[in-house]
């Protein structure tokens, strides 16, 4: 295997724009300490720094072709401390800054400035964190980069981390881009966001396509002078509205080693989910390659105070419980004042990664359902359901007020854009949580994993709201179901064709057992309900409960074939009035199909959970996964929904990974509250045996009925229990 392919544990120390104070410190011994004391195996060294005033056209290290950052004189910072760095077992890369220059060098340079329609440079309109610009990937810029990228490698380091570029909203409309985009698509870049011309479509995948054209250059670039280099670039998380900075996982994954993306924590009233870290690290996984999750080791904006511990800590395991890698950055003004605050929570978990390297070697999620993430409808999505921009309001009452919205209806294009990205992502975010939460083990997939092979190995695929699927994609779908598979959806999945074009007629209807679609109930957020029937999806439920009803709702008439167990309430449009008895139509659907078996829900159910986390929504989604899994499931645990439990393998080996989010009740969390006297419950053939990974104690592990038991006494933070044969 190579070095990247193994577990990576990732940091980067960070001296601003006091470089030279690397000068005043003993380098052995500093890289001693990244060994020994963070327990690191791979550390990002500045090549080029991204401080004010964008001065990343400046090094840390030696080369006739770049000016010098001045402070370091001829001390070159990188060749200096890789002798250091290799010897306590370091790999090295140079973090190379891409995407903030200053005023003064793009002046310097005419024409290389990302450009908005109006002619102007984006970084006047928004000065770059307070001042300086940003360069185009397109422009002869690019060359320069790579110049930049050839000369870094020949210190004799292993790779660079690109910093940017980011392509930034809005943008580019510079000479290169209009050129290039005229030699691809025979016209001139719309001018405006507007989707409906599908010029303006072909914008947002020329931007995209150029990200990936700029990498894979960058690549080429670095191999000229070492075959084995390294590289990787921000790849973009999951989150609504990615398109508009040009992020695509799946278009830059092929020409980079690992897919990182960065996930920060920042205290404050935007309560951040529970499980940040693992959002995005499931995220990261499906692309395929060794992943990275970015998070600093910092108090959000106060950069030079430590992630409090549990955070600290939460950040490592919840990634790698994904089968992800960590990195942190730790800035070095911290370590003047709290270094053994900073470290502490580090060496430990860390320590915990490096001692058992072994078992987070090679491995591979055991899950069998698999939750869909539709990058295509993260970027084309916009519904054609006028009732989607009925502004609703948030339904909370404050001092005599409900806010209840204004009833109007959106007609801006880029409100309407906005009002689709954030449903796309609070519905990745819905699913995750209520699948997490239930310890049901899951892997997220990518679009192009909708393909025959690649679902072959899952019991349930949940779409969620895939509004935007290709003909093969649905084909794929339908192959799934046809080979004995279920599945889950909502709302206005398969409606639209990979590029957002609605279509005549939804392929995917009849599978789900829908025979027509009447419009949609106006949005609410507040004194709306469903009704639950008695049915195994709604178990949770009494027969004849109410359940919040999402905010989002269509009226779908179900199949013959199709059973209804909840039905959606006739809306009572105003709070503290009478209940209006039912409305007639399903707020669930579900058939058998073959040997499969299809839920569908004719609402936004996962936007409606990732944005209330309302308990019921969550049952819902949990039972319809565990009816249509139709089996006993792969796992169970009586631990609280705060436990994060991922099943990974190893060989004949189950790896079945703690992760303790219990904590004070509020971020940051300061507290982990252990969890004690938990039982696994796994179905098994044959005999077992189970201990734990913190210190390799067995575990009382007992079969019955083909069902493996296994007695967890305590789970503090972190912990993998690991289940063998024999
Ligand atoms: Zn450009």
């Not at 980079?256 to 959002?279: I, S, V």
């Not at 178990?539 to 039905?567: C, H, N, Y």
């Amino acid at each position: 295997m190579k070095w990247w392919e193994r577990p990576v544990r990732m940091m980067r120390q960070d001296y601003i724009t006091d470089l030279q104070r690397v000068k005043e410190v003993d380098l052995d011994a500093l890289a001693r300490r990244k060994r020994e004391e963070w327990h690191i195996n791979c550390e990002w060294v500045i090549g080029t720094p991204g401080v004010a005033p964008g001065l990343g056209w400046q090094t840390t290290f030696d080369t006739p072709k770049f000016p010098k950052f001045e402070a370091l004189g001829d001390f070159d910072l990188v060749r200096s401390y890789l002798p250091h760095a290799r010897k306590y077992g370091i790999h090295v890369l140079a973090y190379l800054n891409m995407h903030w220059f200053s005023y003064d060098f793009a002046e310097a340079h005419p024409g290389w400035e990302q450009v908005r329609a109006d002619g102007s440079a984006y970084g006047r309109h928004y000065p770059l964190y307070g001042n300086g610009t940003t360069l185009c990937v397109n422009s002869p810029w690019r060359d320069w980069a790579f110049d930049m990228i050839r000369e870094a490698i020949k210190t004799g380091i292993d790779g660079c981390f690109l910093d940017g570029p980011v392509i930034y909203p809005g943008c580019c409309y510079c000479p290169a881009c209009r050129e290039k985009f005229r030699q691809c698509y025979g016209q001139p870049i719309p001018e405006a966001e507007d989707w409906n011309n599908p010029l303006w479509k072909d914008f947002i995948d020329f931007r995209e396509n150029s990200m990936a054209d700029f990498l894979r250059d960058a690549q080429s670039a670095m191999r000229e002078i070492d075959p084995q280099g390294v590289v990787f670039l921000n790849a973009g998380s999951w989150h609504g509205g990615g398109w508009r900075v040009a992020r695509d996982m799946e278009k830059v994954g092929p020409y980079q080693n690992f897919n990182g993306a960065e996930a920060f924590f920042h205290p404050g009233p935007d309560d951040h989910a529970l499980l940040f870290w693992a959002t995005a690290a499931k995220h990261l996984v499906a692309g395929g390659k060794p992943a990275v999750v970015f998070s600093h080791h910092a108090l959000g904006s106060y950069h030079y105070i430590p992630l409090p511990p549990v955070e600290a800590a939460l950040s490592v395991a919840q990634a790698v419980a994904c089968g992800a890698n960590p990195w942190f950055a730790i800035f070095d003004y911290a370590m003047d004042h709290s270094a053994e605050k900073s470290i502490a929570p580090m060496r430990r978990i860390n320590g915990f990664l490096e001692a058992r390297d072994e078992y987070f070697t090679r491995t591979e999620s055991a899950a069998d359902i698999a939750l869909l993430y539709s990058s295509n409808s993260n970027k084309y999505y916009l519904s054609e359901q006028a009732e989607m921009y009925r502004d609703p309001g948030t339904g909370r009452e404050q001092d005599l007020i409900a806010d209840t919205g204004t009833g109007e209806i959106q007609i801006n294009w880029s409100v309407r854009k906005s009002i689709c990205d954030a449903v796309q992502g609070n519905a990745y975010l819905g699913y995750f949580n209520a699948l997490t939460r239930a310890h049901l083990p899951f892997d997220v997939i990518l679009g192009s994993g909708l393909n025959a092979e690649d679902l072959k190995r899952y019991r349930v695929l949940i779409l969620g709201n895939a509004s935007c699927l290709s003909d093969d994609q649905i084909a794929a779908v339908l192959g799934f179901v046809d080979a004995g598979g279920s599945v889950m959806a909502e709302f206005e999945t398969g409606e639209y064709d990979e590029r957002g074009q609605k279509r005549m007629e939804n392929p995917l209807r009849a599978l789900f057992g829908v025979r027509s679609v009447d419009g949609m109930f106006a949005p609410a957020t507040a004194e709306e309900y469903i009704r639950a029937d008695a049915h195994d999806i709604t178990s949770a439920f009494g027969d004849g409960e109410w359940i919040p009803r999402p905010v989002f709702v269509l009226k779908a008439r179900p199949m013959q074939d199709a059973t209804t167990p909840a039905e959606v309430l006739a809306p009572i449009g105003q709070v503290y009035t009478a209940p209006q008895g039912g409305s007639g139509y399903p707020a669930v659907i579900a058939r058998q199909a073959g040997q499969g078996r299809t839920v569908y829900f004719p609402h936004l159910l996962g936007d409606f959970l990732g944005r209330s986390k309302i308990h019921q929504a969550e049952d819902l989604i949990t039972g319809a996964v565990e009816w249509a899994y139709n089996a006993p499931l792969p796992l169970s645990c009586d631990a609280p929904p705060s436990l994060q439990v991922e099943l990974r393998r190893q060989g004949d080996r189950l790896l079945v990974h703690l992760v303790n989010n219990t904590g004070d009740m509020q971020r940051p969390i300061t507290q982990t509250i252990p969890i004690r006297d938990i039982t696994l419950r796994l179905p098994w053939q044959g005999i077992a045996r189970a201990y734990r990974l913190s210190d390799m104690s067995g575990l009382p592990a007992r079969i019955e009925a083909g069902s493996l038991e296994i007695s967890v006494p305590v789970v503090e933070l972190y912990e993998v229990v690991v289940i063998a044969k024999g």
